[in-house]
């Protein structure tokens, strides 16, 4: 069974930086997807950043310039580096891995990210 184990969340202050890791423990498919999710109290989860097993990047429009997606294919590991931080960053971030082929998700378990002075 994959787990997805997320670390790295925080406090951190107005303009900080964070850096997320989220690795897949056992063996999945090589053709994957890899997300970035976040949910604030009361909101809806929403889509912060995506990567393909190509490398290929998506981002929300809040993020972009700031929040940089990367992932490591021999670790099977997905990287969120988190620039420029806002209060409105502040949510539970989630780890999501998509195996194509088979059409499986996998969740992490979600890590806190608060940013306040």
């Known amino acids: 069974q994959v787990q997805a184990v997320e670390s790295g969340g925080g406090l951190v202050q107005p303009g900080g930086s964070l850096r997320l890791s989220c690795a897949a423990s056992?063996?999945?498919?090589?053709?994957?997807?890899m997300d970035w999710y976040r949910q604030a109290p009361g909101k809806e989860r929403d889509l912060v950043a995506s990567?393909?097993?190509?490398?290929?990047?998506t981002y929300a429009n809040s993020v972009k310039g700031r929040f940089t997606i990367s992932r490591d294919n021999a670790k099977n590991t997905v990287y969120l580096e988190m620039n420029n931080l806002k209060a409105e960053d502040t949510a539970v971030y989630y780890c999501?891995?998509?195996?194509?082929?088979?059409?499986?998700?996998?969740w992490g378990q979600g890590t806190q990210v608060t940013v306040s002075s």
């Open positions: 999501r891995i998509y195996e194509v082929s088979f059409r499986r998700t996998y």
């Open positions: 990567i393909s097993s190509g490398g290929s990047t």
């Open positions: 056992g063996s999945i498919s090589r053709l994957n997807i």
